[in-house]
């Protein structure tokens, strides 16, 4: 359970003015927002089990922030992509009269995957920001996660300059016990 003192950090978001942070200081602040609230799901309902669960968990989990509800889902989607629709919907998140599109990212960064921690055994640590960073100092925080082959080629492709593409793996969705 959160202590107190959690409690009522996260109840203070309501007074968070966003439209007064610029576009480094929102991905950071909705990065960290949405580690805390995944914590504070996991703690508090439980880990789901199944789709319908894990939809319910990233939809239906939401705080007050700025004086707008936020859930996982709206956080991912709306602000940090962009306003793109997650996988399987037919819906954005935030329709044009919505005052939270404002808010979205000008340009979506793929590299956020690799900070948002969605409590399963493939997401990353939880890791806390005050600056996202540059890629290519993410991509050294992502050898973490890599065997020591891997890892020594990303080290010669950063130190090249050239550019780096990133591969996506197959996911595992179990939620670490």
């Not at 939880?126 to 020594?152: C, H, S």
């Amino acid at each position: 359970m959160p202590t107190k003192a959690k409690s009522s950090q996260h109840t203070d978001l309501h007074r968070v003015d966003i439209l007064a942070l610029s576009t480094d200081e929102k991905l950071a602040f909705f990065l960290n927002l949405y580690n805390a609230m995944v914590i504070h799901a996991v703690i508090r309902g439980g880990r789901p089990n199944g789709v319908i669960d894990r939809r319910s968990f990233f939809s239906d989990f939401q705080y007050l922030v700025g004086g707008n509800v936020y859930s996982l889902n709206i956080i991912k989607n709306g602000i940090l992509r962009n306003n793109r629709r997650s996988p399987y919907s037919l819906m954005k998140p935030f329709s044009n009269a919505d005052k939270r599109i404002e808010l979205a990212l000008p340009k979506v960064n793929p590299l956020i995957h690799f900070g948002l921690c969605n409590g399963t055994r493939s997401s990353p640590s939880v890791r806390f920001n005050a600056d996202f960073g540059q890629e290519k100092e993410v991509l050294k925080w992502i050898m973490d996660y890599l065997d020591a082959t891997k890892a020594g080629l990303l080290t010669h492709l950063l130190s090249d300059g050239g550019p780096v593409n990133v591969a996506y793996h197959n996911y595992d969705w179990s939620v670490n016990s």
